[in-house]
């Protein structure tokens, strides 16, 4: 009986070749969407870092003469000053910090090296507040304030992971 299994299945080869292929394919795009859905939630799940509730972002875009979007300059420097001091005046607002928005080109990108490591970050801009407004919690050092804006250097802020890439286990403190 087992040999007149054998002998059938030998004679239909070709069929079950390609349907052994067809369940093949189908069970590798399950494995393959039952891995990337695992790895989306696992991304989903992650603490941002920040917070971001109760947080507004308002944009200010002070057109020239011309039409066009000026570069800065000390006039839209002072307007931007005392749009931030009018919206502290509201009692509603509790902090005000200036920042580019998420995934705009406002920030920057920048090549580095620190003890022959090199490596490429992506950098932005913010005011002395901005860890108030997000509620960012610092593992180490401290934030920048208003006592440093008379340094000659620019105080920066790292992430784990730059930290980790350029200083490995060391303290990125002071360097």
């Not at 795009?29 to 859905?37: C, G, N, P």
């Not at 970050?121 to 006592?147: H, Q």
Request: glycine share 10%; with cysteine; net charge neutral.
């Amino acid at each position: 009986m087992i040999r007149h299994l054998c002998r059938l299945a030998w004679n239909r080869k070709r069929g079950y070749f390609l349907l052994g292929l067809e369940m093949l394919i189908s069970f590798l795009i399950i494995v393959v969407i039952v891995t990337m859905a695992l790895n989306y939630l696992t991304v989903f799940y992650q603490p941002l870092g920040f917070g971001y509730r109760d947080v507004w972002w308002v944009e200010l875009r002070p057109k020239n003469l011309a039409g066009g979007f000026p570069q800065r300059s000390a006039a839209n420097v002072v307007t931007v000053r005392e749009v931030m001091r009018i919206i502290e005046g509201f009692e509603e607002v509790e902090v005000v910090a200036l920042c580019p928005p998420p995934f705009s080109s406002s920030g920057g990108s920048q090549d580095g090296e620190y003890d022959g490591v090199r490596d490429n970050f992506r950098y932005c801009r913010v005011t002395d507040r901005l860890d108030k407004v997000l509620k960012l919690n610092l593992v180490a050092g401290r934030w920048f304030g208003e006592e440093d804006d008379a340094l000659a250097w620019e105080p920066v802020v790292v992430t784990r992971k730059l930290a980790r890439t350029f200083f490995g286990d060391g303290d990125p403190l002071g360097k």
